[in-house]
């Protein structure tokens, strides 16, 4: 399940890519900018600000969404299937996010962008969510991307079996794996997962896989310490033939997705991390030998 296409990206891979976001995670991390993405199936997005109040959601036999003075009130506990509303708010205050698309269909999408594929060295990023956390659909999207010659990195947690990341690696060419921590109860409190997991399948995906760049997303209150961010370097550092590490300051822009989920952000109150407060941990992995970066 796709939740949203993105063309003419240059932060997430070389070159001009089309980003595919595939909706489903196993984590659930406090900070977690798209929201809509950790659930596998649609989800629905209410924006008030956009309400004219037209109606159209309340004529609907679902009894999640009622009428109150400042637009629509929703009960999600009572809505089964989102689906019914799909492209019903005219003035698109209400939104399903989330949409099953083919093979056919996403590869029609990717190659309408092919010719900036082959001017700029780009070609397809495979974020989420958890790519590989989809099912067969995406083995045969990866087979036929290959097949086209389309370049392909995947944006991953690597939190999952390691026979499913080894499925894929032949057909990848590029990781872009997401390191949040080194520490299992911090890593743990924060997202839900297991971080010896992650670990165990990086040691061993950087034994047979020979384009893996480290991303560390930099969280205050989580790993934004210079000892905890040297533990995620210097961890990297005794990686098989890996290279290059980056790291992703914390950003706000995704809190307002928050609100039209009807969710909670655990991570309120946290200003957005400068990218000059990244230089300290770019100077300490320079001096590993390391290829150092800040953003994607």
């Not at 984590?27 to 109606?55: A, D, I, T």
């Not at 026979?163 to 057909?171: D, M, P, Q, T």
């Amino acid at each position: 399940m796709i939740f949203n296409i993105q063309r003419f990206s240059t932060h997430d891979g070389e070159g001009i890519r089309t980003i595919i976001f595939f909706k489903g995670c196993p984590l659930s991390c406090l900070w977690c900018c798209n929201p809509e993405s950790q659930s596998f199936g649609p989800v629905l997005m209410y924006n008030p600000g956009l309400c004219r109040k037209f109606g159209d959601c309340l004529k609907t036999r679902n009894k999640g969404i009622t009428a109150s003075p400042d637009g629509i009130q929703i009960d999600r506990n009572l809505i089964q299937n989102p689906d019914e509303f799909r492209d019903l708010c005219a003035s698109k205050a209400l939104i399903v996010s989330g949409e099953d698309l083919s093979t056919e269909q996403i590869l029609h999408e990717i190659e309408k962008d092919q010719p900036f594929y082959s001017s700029s060295g780009g070609g397809v990023t495979l974020s989420g969510g958890e790519p590989l956390s989809q099912g067969a659909e995406l083995d045969v999207l990866l087979t036929e991307l290959k097949r086209k010659k389309i370049d392909v990195a995947i944006e991953t947690s690597l939190h999952i079996g390691w026979e499913r990341i080894a499925s894929v690696a032949r057909l990848t060419g590029t990781f872009l794996v997401d390191l949040k921590h080194t520490e299992k109860e911090k890593f743990n409190s924060f997202t839900g997962g297991d971080a010896d997991l992650v670990l165990e399948n990086l040691k061993m995906l950087a034994k047979c896989h020979d384009r893996i760049i480290v991303r560390v997303p930099v969280i205050p209150g989580f790993n934004h310490t210079v000892s905890e961010m040297r533990s995620i370097i210097d961890f990297t550092k005794t990686l098989y033939k890996l290279s290059e590490i980056h790291f992703l300051p914390y950003h706000t822009l995704g809190t307002e997705k928050y609100r039209m989920l009807g969710m909670d952000y655990k991570m309120k109150g946290n200003k957005k991390v400068g990218v000059e407060e990244l230089s300290g941990y770019v100077d300490y992995a320079h001096s590993l030998g390391l290829i150092a970066k800040t953003g994607g």
